[in-house]
């Protein structure tokens, strides 16, 4: 097993080799837009720096990181930060039936993520990492300040170079976002990632759905987009959709038109649509009288809906649904 100081300070930058010139170009191929983050997460991981993203959901973050790696070639270990996250699932443990038969020897230990990340040099990549228990958190702290981690009956294992923790999370997140201690803060670099401009996210849908952005045609893609948007600031909600909810829509649009051989841009199959994509993603706020799908389809009526303000056949009329076109 390689070791190293604990906390690299002294590696001569970009010494892995993976971050050359070509790379920045290469993880452009990948990523729509994002030039500042880009070059932030790179410069942060060649300087083999510790990373925090925050932002909301549906904003690249899984995106940038995974990219960035990739390209650059470092191996990554990825983990889903949860409650059920315990220290035993990070760092691993021992195999119950060949302790059984062998005892506590380091072979029979299965390496959990932190512990392959440890030892392979490679990066630690915790989403969400504001909803994982203290305890697991503290680990990480541990590890981020010894550079190692100790495990009962095992021993010390040690960061080899190249380990670094890289972390995403919603800072608007309800679980538990004020457990993310000072000393997480202190011994990492932040990045703040915000919603992209709506011609990014435009192309976003274009790159992840292809075929039915292409279906949708230019125009109505737009307006998908937009009414996603509107999603994010309108008065009645407390949670919009991401972009993610534009995918679904534009996805789901052309299998309806396809199953109803109408066009994916015909207003039933919209509606529809933006019904399935977004009524559960977007979250109405305390106290407002309205459902989300009341609230889906005035943006529908905004966005999408047909030029004359004259009720769809195939729709329920609805109080409070009216005269927004
Ligand atoms: N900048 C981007 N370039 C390409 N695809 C993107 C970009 N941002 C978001 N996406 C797409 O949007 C979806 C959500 O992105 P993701 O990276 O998972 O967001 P986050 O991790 O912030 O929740 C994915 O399907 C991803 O492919
Ligand atoms: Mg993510």
């Not at 040690?158 to 919603?170: D, E, I, K, Q, Y």
């Not at 534009?246 to 109408?262: N, P």
Request: charged share 25%; hydrophobic share 40%.
């Amino acid at each position: 097993m390689a070791s190293s100081s604990s906390d690299q300070d002294n590696a001569a930058p970009g010494t892995d080799g993976a971050f050359d010139a070509g790379l920045l170009a290469r993880i452009q191929t990948r990523v729509v837009g994002r030039d500042r983050e880009l070059e932030a997460v790179v410069a942060a991981l060649a300087a083999r720096r510790h990373l925090l993203l925050e932002g909301p959901p549906g904003t690249g973050k899984s995106t940038i990181l995974r990219s960035v790696a990739e390209e650059a070639g470092i191996g990554f270990e990825f983990v889903e930060g949860n409650a059920e996250l315990t220290p035993a699932r990070l760092i691993g443990a021992f195999d119950p039936a060949a302790v059984l038969a062998e005892g506590y020897s380091p072979e029979v230990f299965v390496d959990g993520p932190l512990l392959r990340a440890l030892r392979n040099g490679s990066l630690l990549y915790v989403e969400e990492i504001n909803r994982i228990p203290e305890e697991t958190l503290n680990v990480l702290i541990t590890v981020m300040s010894e550079g190692e981690v100790h495990v009962p009956r095992l021993g010390p294992v040690r960061s080899s170079s190249g380990f670094r923790l890289v972390a995403a999370m919603n800072p608007f997140d309800a679980v538990g976002t004020a457990r993310i201690a000072a000393a997480v803060y202190d011994r990492c670099c932040r990045l703040a990632v915000g919603y992209q401009d709506s011609d990014d996210e435009v192309r976003i849908v274009d790159v992840a759905a292809p075929l039915a952005a292409g279906s949708l045609g230019s125009g109505t893609l737009r307006s998908v987009v937009d009414l996603v948007r509107a999603t994010r600031d309108h008065p009645d909600l407390r949670t919009g959709s991401s972009v993610r909810g534009a995918i679904d829509l534009a996805l789901v649009a052309a299998e309806l038109g396809s199953l109803r051989e109408q066009e994916p841009s015909d207003p039933g199959v919209t509606l529809d649509a933006a019904l399935l994509a977004l009524s559960g993603r977007i979250r109405v706020r305390e106290g407002s009288s309205r459902s989300a799908e009341d609230v889906v389809r005035e943006l529908w009526e905004r966005f999408l809906g047909p030029p004359v303000a004259a009720a769809d056949p195939g729709v329920p009329a609805e109080p409070g649904n009216s005269g927004k076109a």
